[in-house]
């Protein structure tokens, strides 16, 4: 199948399986608004040279979210992008607290791709941490996930200026907009 129809494919894929997902944020936007937004910058990032990267940008969250199994993802999509996602893909079955820890301490291991895709995905969330935080966030709550995503993405192994001052402006928004209190 062509690049662009299967791009178009994960997106409708993405939008049925997140269907009833919501963002975290006051604003409750679909989720797919989240999926659009990473894959759109794993596209600019890569200049649309990496089509693969892009479909699993859109179907990132799908595992862990929506419980898809990766065979399904392989099935349709292929095993390049099953292993994609499940690269950025967290084990549901720990507690929160050690995903994050385990998202820190694994970042360094992750492959390029993997590590451009979680770079996305960083960016998009802080990025709606700065304009629509959760409701029930105070400031200390949000400054201290900047600093956790910025924790995260200084071990991730990532040549690619353009995204990397992305993730900065966003960094730096969401931590002005959380104040000092
Ligand atoms: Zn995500």
Redesign the pocket.
Known sequence: MDPLTTVLRAAERASHWHQAQRRKGAAREPYVN?LLE?ARLAAEATAGKDPELVVAALL??AIEDQEISAAAIAQEFGEGVAALVQEVTDDKSLPKQERKRLQIEHAPEKSPRAALLKLA?KT??LQALAVSPPADWNGARRREYVAWARAVVAGLRVENPWLSARFAEVADAAERAAGRD
């Open positions: 989240h990473v990132h969250d995905d998009s969330n």
